[in-house]
């Protein structure tokens, strides 16, 4: 009975993810193409050691584009985990569960990099709504994304048994 509660929750928690790291991909998404349009006539004004450097945002402030790239990066890795882990837990049986929790726990990892550099663009401050809002699902998204490691290795280790 443990096993079905706790590969259900799994399977909501990676239905909650999937639906929050497809609103990352999208905001990152957006702030690169934003990024790549604007930073030629924006960096053209800047002084010579700046205009050379590789990741520089017309927005934000200097650590947006490391934020906004590695949010892109673990959006489309939370999307692929999500999607995986939701078959995985389909099949139910133990190796399947394990194989979902090892790569929500990798997920999870990544994620709190992210949350990481979110924390530091906060810190910095200057930053428009639309980078708040990704600042704000990243650090959502490594909550739920550690509850979702919890849920699926409960799953796993009540199926081995």
Not at 30 to 45: D, F, K, M, Q, Y
Not at 98 to 103: G, R, V
Not at 105 to 119: E, I, K, S, V
Request: glycine share 8%.
């Amino acid at each position: 009975m443990a096993s079905e509660a706790s590969k259900s929750a799994a399977f909501m928690l990676l239905l909650i993810n999937l639906f929050l790291y497809i609103i990352v991909m999208v905001i990152a998404a957006w702030a690169v193409n934003h990024g790549i349009e604007r930073s030629h006539e924006a960096a053209s004004l800047l002084s010579l050691p700046a205009r050379i450097f590789p990741i520089y945002f017309p927005m934000g402030n200097t650590a947006t584009g490391f934020f906004v790239i590695f949010s892109l990066l673990v959006g489309v890795l939370g999307i692929t985990t999500s999607i995986t882990g939701v078959q995985n837990i389909m099949q139910g049986d133990a190796a399947n569960l394990y194989a979902a929790s090892y790569s929500s726990l990798l997920t999870w990892a990544l994620t709190l990099l992210g949350m990481g550099l979110a924390c530091k663009e906060i810190d910095i401050g200057w930053t428009d709504s639309n980078l708040r809002t990704l600042e704000t699902v990243m650090i959502i998204l490594s909550g739920t994304q550690f509850f979702c490691v919890g849920a699926l290795h409960l799953g796993a280790e009540d199926t081995a048994r």
